[in-house]
């Protein structure tokens, strides 16, 4: 039997040029409610949501069972499309992750947002969403909480401690920039001219409370300490709340405050468990788990949090009863091979930081020549490549690639923080080995182990001896080739 989806549904065939028409509209209700210009678009308002509720009733969903060697196979089916008809399927069997996403506005709609994913599904999109009324989907979810055999929930400190050490000012930033913006364009540049005018205020008290410093140094000091407020509040905002658990049917988490999430991840979708830290986690004695997986909502080819900001007690408790096969490899090696990078690759390492930090010195000298107001600011920028350089060198006494028959362990870095993976043998797509030239003359390498998400997620070791790789079974083959 076909059902119609939830009435919210209209929202996603409302056309750009629905939003394009109601920005006048919404100007004249705040501004000009009298104005003929404005009230002119009025008529094609209506005329594109007319064709998006007739969009709507030509859409509908359902589940049908097929018969396969005796076996009955359930089938999840989509129709939609009012010029362009299309009929979409997806059976159970290969359904990766369930994903029910809440917010106020839904909520005061009584519906609920589900996505389900599959290992075909789009890089960007789900297989497939749906807007439903929240009373089944959420029955559903309930019934499977019930089930969970073990439980994680993570203490509000805890939390707290991981967004403060994973907060990026940079993100934060673009946050802010990409709100002011839309609502500059929804509400008129009279809105706007009174946002930046309490910018160039903010700007002024930064003036008056930068002692001694540089204006410039000071805007932009301001600017940055805002920025990771932002990321900050929606780090913490999207990991409040936190919980986690295991059941037959998979893993479940829960987060969230605002927008809160439900989401259940099969076996099947999960590729790998990673224990990775920043500088300050790690000098906190703090870690934070991540599942690999593939088909898991908008967060498609990243990391699922699984614990947040755990100390090493927490981790052997809770990973020994979520992952008892994978949980020992984080902690032992005692019955694996292993190799690491040889000891005279600090340098390699390093190199990169001190590079930047080489060139900041030139530009602070060329700046305090020239530009004296100016060179604080540029020596301020130090900050990054001496962060960094402590990475490498934690990178360095850490990193390692080790196995055994069914498991691969590997730990480095990737971005600002370290990981240590482990994920099965059969979750390994594709190893690709590279060589620069230098890298050739060397006799090193870097390994890139991919696990087949939709965004091509790997894990990246590098300075590897390619003679040492040959330790390896599932990397003898490849490194044996010249």
Not at 53 to 60: A, K, N
Not at 411 to 418: A, K, R, S
Request: charged share 15%; proline share 5%.
């Amino acid at each position: 039997m076909t059902k119609r989806p939830h009435v919210v549904t209209l929202w996603n065939y409302l056309s750009r040029f629905f939003f394009l028409l109601i920005v006048p509209l919404v100007q004249a209700v705040f501004h000009a409610p009298f104005s003929e210009v404005a009230w002119s678009s009025l008529p094609g308002v209506i005329a594109v949501a007319g064709i998006a509720c007739f969009q709507y009733l030509s859409c509908g969903y359902g589940v049908t069972a097929l018969e396969d060697d005796g076996r009955s196979l359930s089938i999840l089916y989509w129709d939609s499309g009012l010029f362009f008809h299309r009929h979409r399927i997806l059976p159970a069997d290969c359904v990766a992750s369930v994903f029910l996403r809440l917010n106020p506005i839904l909520d005061l709609c009584g519906a609920v947002q589900v996505m389900l994913d599959s290992p075909a599904a789009n890089a960007k999109r789900p297989s497939l969403t749906l807007l439903l009324r929240k009373k089944e989907p959420m029955r559903w979810w309930n019934q499977l909480r019930k089930e969970i055999t073990h439980r994680y929930a993570a203490s509000p400190v805890r939390v707290v401690l991981m967004a403060v050490s994973w907060s990026n000012p940079a993100s934060g930033l673009l946050v802010i920039g990409i709100l002011l913006n839309r609502a500059g364009k929804l509400l008129g540049e009279e809105l706007t001219r009174r946002l930046y005018g309490i910018y160039e205020s903010v700007n002024q008290t930064q003036r008056l409370i930068a002692w001694g410093l540089p204006p410039m140094v000071a805007i932009v000091g301001w600017l940055m300490a805002l920025g990771w407020f932002c990321a900050f509040l929606v780090q913490f905002f999207r990991y409040v709340f936190f919980t986690a658990g295991t059941c037959p049917a998979g893993t479940m988490i829960s987060r969230g405050l605002f927008i809160r999430s439900r989401q259940l991840l099969t076996d099947q979708a999960i590729r790998a468990v990673a224990i990775r830290q920043t500088l300050m986690m790690r000098l906190l004695h703090l870690s934070s788990v991540y599942l690999h997986t593939i088909g898991s909502g908008k967060e498609k080819g990243d990391r699922s949090l699984l614990m947040a900001a755990a100390n090493t007690q927490e981790l052997h408790y809770h990973l020994a009863r979520f992952y008892p096969k994978e949980s020992p490899y984080f902690f032992s090696r005692e019955r694996m091979t292993s190799v690491r990078p040889p000891k005279n690759t600090l340098l390699s390492f390093v190199l990169a930081p001190l590079l930047h930090a080489a060139a900041i010195f030139l530009l602070y000298a060329l700046f305090v020549r020239y530009l004296a107001l100016f060179s604080p600011l540029v020596l301020s920028l130090l900050v990054f490549p001496l962060y960094y350089l402590l990475l490498r060198t934690a990178a360095y006494r850490n990193s390692f690639l080790a196995e055994d028959d069914t498991h691969i362990a590997a730990c480095g870095y990737v971005g600002d923080q370290l990981f240590t993976a482990v994920l099965p043998k059969s979750a390994v797509q594709a190893v690709v080995i590279r060589q620069n030239p230098l890298q050739r003359r060397s006799g090193r390498c870097r390994v890139r182990l991919c696990i087949g998400t939709e965004k091509g997620a790997c894990f990246d070791l590098r300075h590897f001896r390619l003679k040492d790789l040959q330790k390896l079974s599932f990397l003898r083959e490849a490194a044996e080739r010249p």
